[in-house]
Nanobody, 114 residues
Framework: VQLVESGGGSVQPGGSLRLSCAAS????????MNWHRQAPGKEREWVAR?????????SYADSVKGRFTISRDNAKNTVYLQMNSLKPEDTAVYYC???????WGKGTLVTVSS
């Protein structure tokens, strides 16, 4: 199993970023996919989830609801996280994971600062 997150960077408050996670080594379309994040000095927290295979059902942590959108492209074995109206408290390393499997990529760093 390989999970490769990308798309992180530095952005000002109120800005946007789109994260991607390319997955391989398992049947991507069969798995619910999640985004998690870990802020400096804090525990890792769940951010969002997208159903399989259609991706029609999504759920979000209260802290990002209305600002973040998770989606998937099974043809590309990729899950996305569109992040809008970013806040300094969104600063963290972001990871994608398939539900029920304890595999983690290296993550991608998002820094929100003026």
């Amino acid at each position: 199993v390989q999970l490769v997150e990308s798309g992180g960077g530095s952005v000002q408050p109120g800005g946007s970023l789109r994260l991607s996670c390319a997955a391989s080594g398992f049947t991507f379309s069969n798995y619910v996919m999640n985004w998690h994040r870990q802020a400096p000095g804090k525990e890792r927290e769940w951010v969002a989830r997208v159903s399989s295979p259609s991706g029609r059902i999504t759920s979000y942590a209260d802290s990002v609801k209305g600002r973040f959108t998770i989606s998937r492209d099974n043809a590309k074995n990729t899950v996305y996280l569109q992040m809008n109206s970013l806040k300094p408290e969104d600063t963290a390393v972001y990871y994608c994971t398939p539900s029920g499997m304890d595999y983690w990529g290296k993550g991608t760093l998002v820094t929100v600062s003026s």
